[in-house]
């Protein structure tokens, strides 16, 4: 039973557009949800997070959004850039543990 | 400032050999854990630890042992390897920042099993 789910395996962007990857949870007593950036044969790389007590976290390009009454997150990044491209998980849970999703492949084209 | 750093890079074991996976993190964190990853499964918690002396069970822990003497250390430990433990390995760490539980993961090891 998959706790946190994102649906889509990959996506193709152009460069200078924006890029919307979603990400669906089970676990209404999740608290905390962060995105990570996975480049091949590195460790994941830390990008935004966001609590459940706000709806909304902006970082530069990037910005999550977090619907609660519907178990959805989402991470937009604007605008792309060819140097997004790489694997992008996310993560829901607690501070002890978190569940992550089985990512999503971006693709971002000049 | 090392980060989270992760021994060896690769491993190569034969099917009931044991070995170590070291992690070591020199950011004082409270919070480190064990992660495995398998093509289409994303990341999975094996073990983790709260703080020296206290370790826990995550979602995939058989097979694994975990012990913390240290702040900085959380060594994982493979008693007697199987296939099916073929999969790449990562360490991470974090504290608590207000709300924000940014965690930071090491460069990985890729264990095979033959």
């Known amino acids: 039973d998959q706790q946190v789910k994102q649906n889509s395996p990959s996506l193709s962007v152009q460069e200078g557009r924006i890029s919307i990857l979603n990400c669906d949870y089970t676990?209404?007593?999740?608290?905390?949800f962060l995105w990570y950036k996975k480049y091949p044969a590195e460790g994941p790389t830390f990008l935004i997070s966001?609590?459940?007590?706000?709806d909304k976290n902006e970082d530069g390009r990037f910005t999550v959004f977090l619907n609660k009454s519907a178990k959805h997150l989402s991470l937009h990044i604007v605008p792309s850039q060819p140097g997004d491209s790489a694997v992008y998980f996310c993560?829901?849970?607690?501070?002890?543990?978190?569940?992550f999703g089985t990512g999503t492949r971006l693709l971002v084209s000049p | 400032n090392a980060g989270v750093t992760q021994t060896p890079k690769f491993q190569v074991l034969k099917t009931g050999q044991s070995m170590t996976l070291q992690c070591a993190q020199d950011?004082?964190?409270?919070?480190m854990s064990w992660y495995r990853q398998d093509p289409g499964m994303g990341l999975r918690l094996i073990h983790y630890?709260?703080?020296?002396?206290?370790?826990d069970q995550g979602e995939v822990p058989n097979g694994y042992n975990v012990s913390r003497s240290t702040t900085e250390d959380f060594p994982l430990r493979l008693l007697s390897a199987a296939p099916s433990q073929t999969s790449v390995y990562f360490c991470?760490?974090?504290?608590?920042?207000?709300?924000?539980?940014?965690?930071?993961f090491g460069p990985g090891t890729r264990l095979t099993v033959t």
């Open positions: 991470a760490s974090k504290t608590k920042q207000g709300a924000s539980y940014e965690q930071y």
């Open positions: 676990n209404s007593m999740f608290d905390y």
């Open positions: 966001i609590s459940s007590i706000k």
């Open positions: 993560a829901a849970g607690t501070f002890q543990k978190l569940v």
């Open positions: 950011m004082n964190h409270e919070y």
């Open positions: 630890s709260v703080g020296a002396g206290i370790t």
